[in-house]
C-alpha cells in the first residue's frame, strides 16, 4: 500500500488520528479498493469508529494490485506511536508539504513520511502487527429515529458539561424540542447533585425525523472527539438511534471522506428485577450483576438469622434497604453509629459488630452499668 498526501488534507488526517485516539489503544489500518479505512474500538468493545478516506483525498493512492505478491494487507499498530507522528496539529499546517505512508509486508514496518520544508524529511518506522477485519455491525435505514444538525452547535451545546462527565442523555419531547442533560444515576441524592440541562430548538437542526418522547444516555467521551472533527471540517452531523440500550451511530459523509462512531447506550433498568432485592431482605441474596447489592441483601439475611437465634422470637418484617432504620437502640449506640458514618440502605454498624466480632450485647446490656459501680465501691473499700 502507497497513498501520498498533500496540502492541508494533512492536517484532516491528523484531526482523524486525534479522534480516533479517544476511542482505543490501537489504530487498525486497512487499504482497500475504496479507500484508506482507519478504525478504532475502546477495550469494552462498547465504542467503535471509523475514517473511510476515498482515493479523492490522496494525490496518489495504490491499495495494492490483484497480484499475489501486492495483495491487500491490513494490519494494526499502537495509538500511542501513530499519534506522536501527528501530535502537533499547527505545525502539520505550516511546516509539512506532503505525507507518504508506505505498507509492506515483507519490511514488518509501517513508513510514515513527513516532508516539510527546506528540505526537511521526517521519517517514522513502525512497528505493526496483522490483524483481521474489524467491521461493527449496524444499520442506520433500521433506526427508528434521526437527527441532523450543524456540528458547531451541538459542539456550543456540549461545551456546557464538565469535561469529568461520563454519560449525557438525549432526549426528544413530544413538542419536537431536543435536549441533552447530564446522566444522574438513580442513586444519587438529589440535594447533593448537580444537573445541567440544555434544549435546543427544533428549528436549529437540518432535518428531526424522531420518536415523540425519545431518549438514549452514551458516553460523552468519544463523541466530544468526533465533535471536534466534524466541527474542524465544517461537516454536518447525523445520528440514528433506536431504544434505550440500542447502540447509536453518529456519521459525517463528504465527497472524500465518510466518518462512522457506533456507541453503546445505556439501557433501561429493569423494575421487576429490583423489586425482590429491595424489599424482600430476609430471603437469601438473589442472583445480580451488583455485587454491593447481592452483598447488602446477604449481610441483612445473616442479621435476620441471629437475631432468630438468639431471641427465640421471630424477626420483624424486613425493612426496605433505602429507609432509614428506626431509633429503637439507647443514646450510646445512636452515637456510636454516627461516628461509624452509618450509609441509608444498610444495617446499622452495631449489628455489623456484633455479627463480625461475637458480640454478646443484649437488650439488657444496659443495665450491666449499676453492677460496675457497685464492683467499683467495693474495691475502694477495701483500701
Same mark, same amino acid.
Given at each position: ?81 501513530? &499519534?506522536?507522528? *501527528? =501530535?502537533? %496539529?499547527? !505545525?502539520?499546517?505550516? $511546516?509539512?508539504?506532503?505525507? #507518504? ?118 458516553? &460523552?467521551?468519544? *463523541? =466530544?472527539? %468526533?465533535? !471536534?472533527?466534524?466541527? $474542524?471540517?465544517?461537516?454536518? #452531523? ?130 450491666? $452499668? ?14
Amino acid at each position: 500500500m502507497k497513498c501520498l498526501i498533500a496540502g492541508g488534507n494533512v492536517k484532516v488526517l491528523g484531526r482523524a488520528v486525534h479522534s480516533l485516539s479517544r476511542i482505543g489503544d490501537e489504530l487498525y489500518l486497512e487499504p482497500t479498493e475504496r479507500g484508506l479505512s482507519l478504525r478504532a474500538i475502546n477495550s469494552s468493545r462498547s465504542a467503535f469508529a471509523s475514517f473511510l478516506f476515498t482515493p479523492l483525498f490522496f494525490q496518489r493512492y495504490e491499495a495494492g494490485g490483484p497480484l499475489p505478491s501486492t495483495e491487500l494487507f491490513r494490519c494494526k499498530v499502537l495509538m500511542k506511536s501513530f &499519534l506522536g507522528v *501527528f =501530535r502537533s %496539529l499547527p !505545525s502539520l499546517e505550516k $511546516a509539512v508539504e506532503k505525507c #507518504l505512508i508506505l505498507l509492506n509486508p515483507q519490511l514488518s514496518r509501517l513508513v510514515v513520511q513527513l516532508h516539510c520544508k527546506y528540505g526537511v524529511t521526517k521519517t517514522h518506522n513502525l512497528t505493526f502487527q496483522e490483524c483481521e477485519q474489524l467491521q461493527a455491525v449496524y444499520d442506520t435505514q433500521r433506526c427508528a429515529s434521526s437527527l441532523r444538525a450543524p456540528a458547531q452547535v451541538l459542539a456550543e451545546a456540549v461545551v456546557h458539561f464538565p469535561m469529568t462527565l461520563a454519560e449525557v442523555t438525549l432526549r426528544v419531547d413530544p413538542g419536537g424540542r431536543i435536549s441533552l442533560r447530564n446522566h444522574v444515576e438513580d442513586e444519587a441524592e438529589p440535594t447533593k447533585t448537580m444537573v445541567t440541562e440544555l434544549w435546543l430548538a427544533k428549528d436549529e437542526f437540518e432535518a428531526v425525523a424522531a420518536a415523540p418522547d425519545s431518549h438514549i444516555t452514551f458516553c &460523552l467521551r468519544e *463523541f =466530544r472527539g %468526533l465533535l !471536534s472533527f466534524a466541527e $474542524a471540517s465544517n461537516l454536518p #452531523l447525523s445520528i440514528y438511534y433506536d431504544a434505550p440500550g440500542r447502540p447509536v451511530v453518529f456519521t459525517l459523509d463528504d465527497t472524500v471522506l465518510e466518518v462512522t462512531l457506533v456507541l453503546a447506550t445505556l439501557s433501561e433498568p429493569d423494575s421487576s428485577s429490583q423489586h425482590p432485592t429491595a424489599n424482600g431482605a430476609s430471603h437469601g441474596p438473589a442472583p445480580s450483576d451488583d455485587f454491593a447489592d447481592d452483598l447488602e441483601s446477604y449481610m441483612i439475611a445473616m442479621e435476620t438469622s441471629a437475631y432468630e437465634e438468639s431471641s427465640g422470637t421471630p424477626p420483624p418484617p424486613p425493612f426496605p434497604l433505602r429507609a432509614p432504620h428506626p431509633p429503637t437502640t439507647d443514646p450510646e449506640e445512636e452515637e456510636e453509629e454516627e461516628e461509624g458514618g452509618a450509609v441509608p440502605g444498610t444495617p446499622p454498624h452495631k449489628k455489623f459488630r456484633s455479627l463480625f466480632f461475637g458480640s454478646v450485647l443484649t437488650p439488657g446490656g444496659p443495665n450491666l $452499668a449499676p453492677m460496675q459501680e457497685v464492683l467499683a465501691e467495693d474495691s475502694d473499700g477495701e483500701y
